[in-house]
């Protein structure tokens, strides 16, 4: 899709965009294989190291799968060795909310977020109405009233509009400006409760989204149809959910299984689970199956024919432009209008911590990849050690797929450095009193 369309020019003046969201599709509810990066901002983890693969629990004895909504309440698919920060908060004192955000609803280690909506089981994700609703309660009540620390936020859009008519389609640009209004909506409940000196605000998105390619002269990915290649040889796989895809094949039979789809189809990239190529960070864990296919940009992947019917899919290489969401930070330790370099997701999760004046669980990103977006805080003792100054911060994730909004008051003070770093950026501009920034997907 087109970068440069739509953006939240009114409320982020934004104005490179996309989407991404949980997917609806006719008969039944499929999820976006990459929920699984929610995890990867609220840990700070890869994939392979916090384990909640796919956006599916499956058992691969029994067959059973379940879609993403009945996974919030499987704990032991979340708490699979990582703990979210909203947890973590908790354990060191600070007070932590999370509405919608996937995860929300599991139990980590004995413990549960103590603040918490988690949607209803057929929710309209994208009812402005109750998008508002809910950001009255985050803002009216669990801040200010309740004096919360940190609260994420989550909203399904527009991700499921981009699934359904495609990221350049003119249902997903309303929708984007949709996203806009709430953001300017945010923004006023903040400043109506007097907390815009209080809160920092963090809006990004999970993943990007690009148009599926589809017609007569489109050779789609059908696995039944490559020579060599069985389902009888398989004995439990994840295909038809878009461009990636796992199989465990029967004892055996994995060389054969292999050997049939690499170089199988143009377009169908096949890998043993350990030859996955490590920055993609999808090859460790034990529940990843033997092994993995992704398609290229446009192309998803189908069994026994094509059932597809998404326009729009995320799920490709997170080096395609088009996958990369975007982020923005404002609030009163983000610098004002500020272009920052890339940089991956997981880096998120330790700018958080910093803020909160929190110790991160061990985790894959580095705060020095985020710190130059924060204004230096100067000691006025200046011994370089922590100030007592007491704030709020207000992080608001927006995902473009879906929209994720995280917010914090934190207890913080630490004496940071000024140093920027820029990095090989490709494309930032710099808007409004806000950073933007483009993120990598942390993985496919
Ligand atoms: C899958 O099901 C089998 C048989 O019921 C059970 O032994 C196994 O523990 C299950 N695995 C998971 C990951 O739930
Ligand atoms: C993560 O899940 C896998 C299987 O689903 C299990 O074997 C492993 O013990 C789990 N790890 C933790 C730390 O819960
Ligand atoms: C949107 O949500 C509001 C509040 O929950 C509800 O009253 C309204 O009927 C919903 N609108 C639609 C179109 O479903
Ligand atoms: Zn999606």
């Not at 704990?75 to 919608?100: M, V």
Request: contains cysteine; charged residues 25%.
């Amino acid at each position: 899709m087109s970068t440069q369309d739509i953006g939240f020019r009114q409320n982020l003046e934004l104005t490179n965009v996309r989407m991404h969201p949980l997917v609806f599709v006719l008969v039944m509810f499929i999820n976006c294989l990459t929920c699984i990066l929610y995890l990867c901002f609220s840990s700070g983890r890869y994939i392979e190291n916090h384990g909640v693969i796919h956006n599916i629990w499956f058992n691969t004895t029994t067959q059973e799968k379940k879609q993403y909504y009945m996974t919030q309440f499987v704990d032991s698919y979340w708490d699979n060795g990582s703990l979210p920060i909203w947890i973590t908060a908790q354990r060191q004192g600070l007070k932590a909310g999370s509405l919608h955000f996937p995860g929300t609803a599991a139990t980590y280690r004995k413990e549960i977020v103590r603040v918490r909506q988690v949607e209803p089981r057929f929710f309209d994700h994208s009812n402005e109405t109750d998008w508002q609703l809910n950001i009255d309660k985050v803002v009216g009540e669990w801040f200010h009233q309740q004096d919360l620390d940190f609260v994420s936020l989550y909203f399904g859009e527009p991700d499921l509009v981009g699934h359904k008519y495609g990221p350049d389609s003119p249902e997903r640009k309303e929708m984007v400006k949709q996203v806009d209004r709430t953001v300017g909506y945010i923004r006023d409940k903040i400043q109506q409760h007097g907390l815009t000196d209080k809160l920092n605000i963090i809006i990004t998105a999970d993943h990007g989204m690009t148009t599926v390619k589809r017609g007569g002269t489109v050779n789609e990915i059908i696995l039944s149809k490559i020579p060599g290649f069985s389902f009888r040889d398989i004995k439990f796989h994840l295909v038809d959910y878009g461009p990636s895809g796992m199989l465990l094949p029967k004892e055996g039979k994995l060389e054969t299984v292999y050997q049939a789809l690499k170089g199988g189809h143009p377009h169908l990239h096949v890998y043993k689970k350990e030859e996955m190529p490590a920055r993609l960070h999808y090859s460790k864990h034990p529940r990843l199956l033997p092994i993995i296919l992704f398609a290229d940009p446009g192309y998803v992947i189908n069994g026994f024919l094509p059932v597809q019917f998404h326009k729009g899919e995320h799920g490709f290489d997170n080096e395609e432009m088009d996958m990369k969401p975007f982020f923005r930070a404002v609030g009163p330790d983000f610098k004002k209008n500020l272009v920052f370099a890339p940089f991956e997701t997981v880096h998120v999760y330790p700018l958080m911590c910093h803020l909160l004046g929190m110790k991160p669980e061990i985790n894959d990103g580095h705060l020095d990849d985020t710190k130059g977006m924060l204004v230096p805080k100067i000691n006025p003792e200046g011994d370089g050690n922590e100030m007592d100054t007491q704030f709020q911060v207000v992080i608001g994730l927006s995902a473009m797929a879906g929209f994720l909004v995280l917010v914090f008051i934190a207890t913080i003070s630490n004496a940071w450095c000024k140093r920027s770093r820029a990095q090989n950026s490709s494309k930032l501009e710099l808007t409004a009193g806000e950073e933007r920034k483009d993120m990598k997907q942390t993985s496919f």
